[in-house]
């Protein structure tokens, strides 16, 4: 069965470095996306990708994020200067695109990378 | 603010029997909505989703819509232990919106 791969799964990093999470999307899919979660918190969306740019933004996907696929296969996360408040399990999803009308596709969700800023 | 709500829980439920889920959402444009099921640790896995008011069934789940109420539940039947996790309820606003607006979340445990 296809699925949404994430690496690394743990990634423990200093405040104020940089950090790129990556992620491989199911092949036939053409909407990717980053969501994270704070421990004990909701699944917060960041940010989708269709067509080689941001579709679509959160507040909290402000101007230390930025998202890339680099090449046919990866989309990767930067986060430029990394805070202590970035600590969260950063999930990676994808899906088809949107139907019409009553038509509705699910995203899928990889096994996240845990990101540890100390 | 668009918010989606669920009651944290946790809910206990026998082994065998209905364990019922509840979410309500704050924006009457929402048209899909989802649920996602998420073991400690793991990412979300999608169960179900849901667009148009009534049931719908899937196994042993049953995914409840009325948008009059703005109210989406989830029924799941003869429980197993193997149930036990969090349920996350997800709400898009528009068909073609690709934000997943999620709840917080439900511990529902399965007791033997």
């Known amino acids: 069965e296809p699925e949404v791969t994430q690496t690394p799964s743990h990634q423990v990093t200093q405040m104020g470095q940089e950090v790129i999470l990556r992620c491989v999307p199911i092949?036939?899919?053409?909407?990717f996306y980053w969501y994270r979660q704070i421990l004990g918190q909701k699944v917060e969306f960041l940010v989708s990708?269709?067509?080689?740019?941001?579709?679509?933004k959160s507040e909290i996907f402000d101007d230390q994020f930025s998202v890339e696929r680099p090449d046919g296969s990866n989309f990767t996360l930067k986060i430029r200067s990394t805070k202590l408040e970035d600590s969260a399990m950063y999930f990676c999803?994808?899906?088809?695109?949107?139907?019409?009308?009553?038509?509705?596709?699910?995203?899928?969700f990889g096994q996240g990378t845990r990101l540890t800023v100390v | 603010q668009k918010e989606v709500e669920q009651n944290s829980g946790p809910l206990s439920v026998p082994e065998g029997a209905i364990a019922s889920l509840n979410c309500t959402y704050s924006?009457?444009?929402?048209?899909?909505f989802f649920w996602y099921r998420q073991y400690s640790g793991k990412s979300p896995e999608l169960i179900m989703f849901i667009y148009s008011n009534g049931d719908k069934e899937d196994g042993r789940f049953t995914a409840q819509l009325n948008k009059a109420s703005q109210y989406v539940s989830l029924l799941i039947r003869d429980s197993q232990p193997s149930d036990s996790a969090t349920y996350l309820c997800a709400v898009k606003l528009m068909w073609r919106a690709q934000k997943l607006v999620f709840g917080q979340g439900t511990r529902l445990t399965i007791n033997p």
């Open positions: 999803a994808s899906s088809t695109t949107p139907g019409a009308q009553q038509q509705d596709t699910e995203a899928f």
């Open positions: 924006d009457r444009g929402s048209q899909s």
């Open positions: 990708f269709y067509n080689n740019e941001i579709s679509e």
């Open positions: 092949s036939n899919h053409l909407y």
